[in-house]
């Protein structure tokens, strides 16, 4: 009897460990393990709150005080598939990892409602394994990466969207701290206030066509807090008018950065930096004399990235020279 008390005690400990993953000696008693898990298993998710729903969890709250938090894909036995609607409203947390059992992040009409309110986000996480969602560098996308769903909006400066992306999703940077934005070919839609409120964005730049949008056109960009942002477009593209979702539009030309330290002479040579759109093609013209007509190809160049550096070698065997670009 008491050998077959000790293997019923074994089996158990040992489905136990490997699904919990806590570490748990097979020799335990029963009762000694029946004691562990009455003192252990009422904190280990205290942290948040949860429901079940038709034989899985959906997370409702988070009450700790971690800013660095990684949901787990089980809670009592069940999968966690689902974060409710503001389920980390107004809470501290600056980076969120999902586990590949989330396939429901519960929207509003617009965006990703589950994370609203979270102005301290600087990173979404999310496991290889998850078939609905994936990330890229803190930021949330679908399984295929063609919709970006939610960019953290604690993260400043300037933001490319990968190429490849067709959608922004609703409110994907609604809130957010970014100054500039590009925006790839391949997008072909905006969701409805997916900029709202992002008060310090300037510019964004479109690689691309003309974006569609769904419902008013205004509220891709408005909010509480006024936008000053300009939308600029390449030669060549199409569907622009002299504004874009109620915001200004210009043509989007290479420009030569005058305002940094990259406008200067180095080892006797005058140069500057150039910023333009990655793959564009730039011709650097020249001329010597401002009373003359004629402007002369220097150099033409190609963008491998959306700036380059360039460096005028006949500089010095002038004593004045001037630069224009242009595309071809």
């Known amino acids: 009897?008491?050998?077959?008390?000790?293997?019923?005690?074994?089996?158990?400990?040992?489905?136990?460990?490997?699904?919990?993953?806590?570490?748990?000696?097979?020799?335990?008693?029963?009762?000694?393990?029946?004691?562990?898990?009455?003192?252990?298993?009422?904190?280990?998710?205290?942290?948040?709150?949860f429901t079940t729903n038709n034989g899985a969890?959906?997370?409702?709250?988070?009450?700790?005080?971690?800013?660095?938090?990684?949901?787990?894909?089980?809670?009592?036995?069940?999968?966690?598939?689902?974060?409710?609607?503001?389920?980390f409203q107004d809470s501290v947390l600056?980076?969120?990892?999902?586990?590949?059992?989330?396939?429901?992040?519960?929207?509003?009409?617009?965006?990703?409602?589950?994370?609203?309110?979270?102005?301290t986000l600087t990173a979404i996480n999310v496991d290889a394994a998850n078939p609905t969602y994936?990330?890229?560098?803190?930021?949330?996308?679908?399984?295929?990466?063609?919709?970006?769903?939610?960019?953290?909006?604690?993260?400043?400066?300037?933001?490319?969207?990968?190429?490849?992306v067709t959608r922004i999703g609703n409110d994907a940077f609604i809130g957010c701290s970014l100054t500039e934005v590009t925006i790839p070919s391949s997008l072909?839609?905006?969701?409805?206030?997916?900029?709202?409120?992002?008060?310090?964005?300037?510019?964004?730049y479109c690689e691309g066509n003309a974006p569609s949008t769904t419902g008013s056109d205004s509220g891709v960009f408005v909010g509480d807090y006024e936008n000053n942002?300009?939308?600029?477009?390449?030669?060549g593209t199409s569907g622009w008018s002299e504004s874009l979702f109620f915001l200004p539009t210009e043509l989007w030309l290479p420009q030569i950065q005058t305002g940094d330290s990259s406008f200067v002479v180095r080892t006797n040579q005058f140069g500057f930096k150039i910023n333009w759109a990655k793959g564009r093609t730039v011709v650097v013209e020249a001329r010597s004399d401002m009373t003359n007509p004629m402007w002369q190809p220097i150099q033409t160049n190609i963008l491998a990235s959306d700036s380059f550096y360039y460096s005028d070698p006949q500089s010095t065997h002038y004593p004045a020279r001037f630069y224009r670009l242009r595309s071809p």
């Not at 942002?229 to 030669?235: G, S």
Request: one cysteine or more; aromatic letters at 12%; proline letters at 5%.
């Open 134 to 164: 994936s990330s890229v560098n803190g930021v949330l996308f679908d399984k295929s990466q063609t919709t970006l769903l939610l960019y953290p909006p604690v993260l400043t400066g300037h933001f490319t969207i990968p190429a490849g």
């Open 94 to 119: 600056t980076d969120i990892t999902l586990p590949g059992s989330i396939t429901n992040l519960v929207n509003w009409y617009y965006g990703i409602g589950a994370f609203e309110g979270c102005l």
């Open 229 to 235: 942002a300009k939308v600029y477009y390449l030669p």
């Open 1 to 49: 009897m008491t050998r077959t008390r000790q293997h019923q005690a074994n089996v158990f400990t040992a489905r136990f460990r490997d699904k919990l993953n806590w570490e748990l000696y097979m020799n335990q008693s029963l009762p000694a393990l029946f004691g562990f898990l009455l003192a252990v298993a009422p904190t280990a998710h205290a942290q948040f709150n």
């Open 188 to 204: 072909s839609y905006i969701g409805v206030a997916a900029f709202a409120n992002s008060a310090n964005l300037t510019k964004v």
């Open 57 to 87: 969890i959906t997370i409702n709250g988070y009450t700790g005080t971690n800013s660095v938090i990684t949901i787990p894909a089980t809670l009592n036995g069940l999968l966690v598939t689902s974060i409710a609607i503001d389920a």
